[in-house]
């Protein structure tokens, strides 16, 4: 611990020598760690009110031996101890990826590579504090885009006195791949995560972080993933609480069936001309191609599949996930002794968007619905026919006219307000209450039912913000627009989210403080209103009150989101029409 306090008392005070890169002046910091020494730097950057402020980073710093050659599509090994001081000055590359998709979704930078498995650290400059909780972000894409290099954990880790930490992991076949072979089960994406979290726990004490108060969160698949890193018993101990913000694991985009995986390997095995009779010939062809060709072939579902998810998502393996997540997340909650050793035992919180199922809506949903319609066939009558049947098949195991006539009912736009295109209101909320709200809601019911004296919390965000794109059925909010609250408007969010520091508000600034404040206090104590108070008290959840935080142009204390879409899906889900 000396060592620690010491190197933080040569970098605060400007012993270490100072190197002007560009316009940003960047001291150098060195810390000795279990792994060797690296080196990383304090930079002036812009802070979230437009401020420029100090910042500790150390940036690509690889925690898995490169998963190629050998060892693509097998776990992930830990990166061996470096030989030499590891300058940790620049991102890593994002792991591979359609670059059309992740254009189209969350543009980053072009820079992306098999040999991918980085994390970043982010930390507030100050001597002598007490260890740092520490917040380990994961971020989203449908496990099939994203990169860490997007989300900058500067303004964060200032304001809300925590060490932010991002990582990558592999996505796409080369993340979620499965066969029977015992070295590739499948769900390697979630194993490269799991030995990210475990990294952090045995060395973020040299940082000055607490290994006892790391809290996972992450977005969309990230929000998946911290709850199907809640799920696997291997990760007792090694984290204390998680955020789930817009997906969890039995969001429809983020699971499916064994067999199902299983069979689209073999389906991309074939693309890519490789035998499929034995996994174990099947893998070392795969290992052998390019891996841009993998990328290439690796869309092999059809129309009616990719529906609602891609080919490529986390599925049982009899491993890392031991029980079908839509079996086990719903009122009934059937989670086993061992799917519950982490899972009861840590803090969760949950964040649900009016505007969630835009995601799906724009990629899939609308296009399907305008491909299917005819003079004779109706939008509406494609969602009643096609649309809504798939999904009482596909999450309710429900073949139904008279009922898909009902919900098509439900969740009609009776208002009008679009018009001829309201049709494209009622395929928002269907999926935004299919894909996100219903599943985070069974999800936060599952862990407060449990009653293991652990807290579960609850954020509805319905904030239409400055930087909210213009859709054509003018939803509330996009997926993921609370990110840059929760992060404090970094620069690296700027392009991604369509944002400039001239349309951000300052009611958007002070809104940002409040969410800042409320995780991070979540991740010091696992409660959001403590050690700092909030203007508005963040109520527990509860399977009687269901209290949530209503995050909208206000912030106050509400209850029962939703309470109609989820009692009638309920209803579907227990067999009563």
């Known amino acids: 611990m000396v060592v620690k306090y010491a190197i933080l008392i040569r970098f605060v005070s400007g012993i270490l020598i100072n190197q002007v890169i560009g316009t940003s ?155 029977n072979d015992p070295d590739s089960l499948g769900n390697l994406g979630l194993w490269d995560q799991q030995l990210a979290i475990k990294w952090i726990h045995e060395n973020i004490e040299y940082f000055h972080g607490d290994p006892s108060r790391i809290t996972l969160f992450g977005e969309s698949a990230g929000g998946g993933s911290t709850v199907y890193q809640a799920m696997y018993s291997g990760n007792k101990g090694l984290f204390a609480r998680t955020i789930s913000e817009s997906g969890v694991a039995m969001s429809a985009w983020g699971y499916n069936t064994r067999d199902k995986m299983l069979d689209f390997t073999k389906r991309m095995a074939i693309n890519l001309k490789c035998p499929t009779n034995n996994d174990r010939d099947m893998l070392a062809c795969m290992r052998n191609v390019p891996a841009q060709d993998i990328v290439d072939k690796s869309r092999v579902g059809t129309e009616s ?157 319905e904030k239409h913000s400055s930087f909210t794109l213009p859709l054509d059925y003018k939803p509330p909010n996009l997926h993921a627009d609370e990110i840059p609250y929760f992060f404090g408007f970094p620069d690296s969010m700027m392009k991604p989210f369509a944002m400039s520091r001239t349309n951000i508000t300052a009611e958007e600034i002070q809104l940002s403080e409040k969410l800042m404040l409320y995780i991070s206090n979540f991740a010091h104590t696992g409660d959001p209103n403590l050690p700092f108070s909030p203007d508005v008290k963040w109520l527990p959840y509860d399977v009687e009150n269901e209290y949530y935080l209503r995050v909208g142009e206000t912030i106050k204390t509400d209850s029962h989101m939703l309470p109609y879409e989820d009692c009638f899906l309920d209803k579907i889900h227990t067999g009563v029409p």
């Open 305 to 461: 599949e990719n529906l609602f998810r891609p080919e490529f998502v986390p599925a049982p393996d009899g491993e890392f996930i031991i029980q079908y997540a839509p079996d086990i997340f719903t009122k009934s909650c059937m989670i086993s002794n061992q799917t519950g050793r982490v899972f009861d035992n840590i803090d969760m919180a949950f964040v649900a968007l009016t505007g969630d199922g835009t995601v799906v809506t724009g990629a899939t949903m609308l296009p399907y619905v305008k491909k299917h319609m005819s003079k004779t066939m109706s939008p509406d009558d494609v969602i009643e026919k096609f649309v809504i049947p798939h999904i009482l098949s596909d999450s309710f195991n429900v073949t139904s006219p008279e009922l898909a006539k009902i919900m098509n009912y439900v969740y009609g736009d009776w208002n009008k307000t679009l018009g001829n295109n309201s049709y494209q209101t009622k395929l928002l909320n269907v999926d935004t209450d299919y894909s996100f709200f219903i599943p985070i809601i069974n999800t936060a019911i599952a862990h407060a039912q449990r009653e293991k004296g652990k807290k579960t919390y609850l954020l509805g965000f």
């Open 25 to 179: 002046c960047l001291i150098v910091v060195t810390v000795n760690t279990s792994v060797g020494t690296i080196n990383g730097f304090i930079e002036t950057t812009r802070y979230y009110n437009g401020q420029e402020k100090g910042a500790l980073k150390f940036l690509g710093i690889p925690y898995a031996v490169p998963p190629v050659g050998n060892l693509r599509f097998r776990k992930p090994r830990p990166a061996p101890r470096f030989k030499q001081p590891f300058n940790a000055t620049k991102f890593g590359p994002g792991c591979l990826q359609n670059k059309f998709l992740m254009s189209q979704w969350l543009p980053g930078r072009d820079y992306l590579s098999e040999d991918c498995l980085t994390l970043n650290l982010f930390a507030p400059v100050h001597s002598f504090a007490p260890k740092y909780a520490v917040m380990l972000w994961i971020h989203g894409g449908a496990y099939q885009i994203g990169q860490s290099s997007i989300y900058s954990g500067e303004n964060l880790a200032r304001y809300g006195h925590v060490i932010v930490v991002t990582i990558n992991y592999r996505l796409g076949p080369f993340g979620f791949l499965a066969t």
